[in-house]
């Protein structure tokens, strides 16, 4: 069975600091990797995933992301927070379910603030 | 702009009242998702459909109901049955045989008083 966990519900980084959330999963089968991001009340959007090939990954709005299979994880990164950059994050793992068809686990999110 | 509506944004309700959540999308996706967020529990399995008239139990469908009568279109019906509807609920879709990553709509906070 496939599983996330995010380490930290709530981080908090000063501006211009490096952000870092972090990530690990379990699955039996060669992960896909997601990380989204959700602005309070809207919907969940892409940051980058990763499939297959190349384990650092680059996204949208300057983040990034390490596949490390021997550490069974994906941590995020951006080297300089920005104002903007606070929102939850989640991470997922895509699985399958009971009939055998691909389905996204999610970890509990991580709450990112960003302080001036 | 192809994408994924969700109407209303915000919907209020009186306990025992059945409530239909609207979600469309232009994508040409084949799978639909309905997802349920409360503070502090992350996203929450309602029901998802891989093609139309086809539509599977989530991990947390009791109390809610589906169809999918067109590939765009998979509306959420929240019956009187479900204990706790008040949340925020999301909808989001994937084209299947990919990397499955969903494509979230701005979602509906559904309050019930």
């Known amino acids: 069975a496939q599983s996330v966990t995010q380490l930290g519900s709530h981080v908090s980084v000063s501006e211009g600091a490096l952000v870092l959330l972090r990530c690990n999963y379990s699955?039996?089968?060669?992960?896909?990797l997601f990380w989204y991001v959700q602005y309070p009340n809207q919907g969940l959007q892409l940051l980058l995933k990763y499939t297959t090939g190349a384990t650092l990954v680059k996204g949208i709005n300057g983040f990034e992301a390490e596949f490390k299979k021997s550490e069974t994880s994906f941590h995020l990164t951006k080297p300089s927070a920005h104002m903007s950059d606070a929102a939850e994050y989640f991470c997922?793992?895509?699985?399958?379910?009971?009939?055998?068809?691909?389905?996204?686990?999610w970890g509990l999110g991580t709450s990112l603030a960003v302080n001036p | 702009d192809g994408g994924i509506t969700q109407s209303p944004k915000y919907l209020f309700r009186k306990e025992g009242q059945n409530v239909t959540l609207s979600c469309e999308q232009n994508l040409n996706h084949d799978a639909m998702y309905w997802y349920r967020q409360d503070p502090g529990q992350g996203l929450r399995l309602i029901y998802y459909s891989q093609i139309v008239n086809d539509f599977q139990k989530g991990d947390i469908a009791e109390g809610y109901s589906v169809s999918r009568e067109k590939k765009e279109s998979f509306p959420l019906t929240v019956t009187s049955a479900q204990k706790n509807p008040t949340a925020f609920y999301l909808c989001a879709s994937s084209m299947t045989g990919t990397s499955y990553e969903q494509y979230f709509g701005p979602g509906t906070r559904l309050t019930v008083t």
């Open positions: 997922a793992v895509s699985g399958f379910n009971a009939g055998n068809n691909r389905k996204l686990i």
């Open positions: 699955s039996s089968v060669p992960p896909y």
